[in-house]
């Protein structure tokens, strides 16, 4: 079966697991552009792309809106039941889905996926389960090198470089 479908965590995935605030208390977040032109390929392919993130923010929502990202989940402690609940509206089953995460509460998501992602840089727990450990850590470019290595594994790469005109 083909994946139709990546879901993303956020913190420690498509950034550097660093949370920073401002002297006025803003939250600022980092985000990979070359992340982001993985996740544009991956959606011009015709695929699909969520976020399932155990924090809330303004800049996910925003990353999530440049991107056009159209389900983005923030604040969420059940990750597993998200996911059950999202597959049931896309019509699609847990062998469709890839995903990527990099601490505990990425563990069950990671468990249901049918192919899983950590960093390089992942807790030692969501490793052991994972499908593939990245070369790449979290916001350095692991969420790009998972679409890479997805696109290359489902023969898409053709189709991908004619999109970009590539030659």
Known sequence: MSIELI???????????R??????GDEVKSFNVKDGLGIASWMCLGKKVAIITG????????????????YC???????RKVLSELLEKLGL????VATIGDDLNDYTMLQD???SFVPKDATAAVEKIATVTL???????????????????EGLTQELHRIWSVD
Do not use: F
């Open 93 to 96: 089953t847990h062998e469709h």
């Open 135 to 153: 070369g790449k850590r979290g916001g350095e470019g692991a969420v790009r090198e998972m679409i890479d290595y997805l696109i290359e594994k």
């Open 19 to 24: 949370i920073s605030y401002s002297e006025s």
């Open 113 to 115: 996926a049918a192919i």
């Open 55 to 70: 924090r809330s923010s303004k800049i996910v929502e925003k990353r999530a809106r440049e991107l056009r990202i159209e």
């Open 7 to 17: 879901v993303l965590d956020v913190d420690g995935t498509m950034t550097d697991s």
């Open 73 to 79: 989940y923030q604040g969420i402690k059940d990750k």
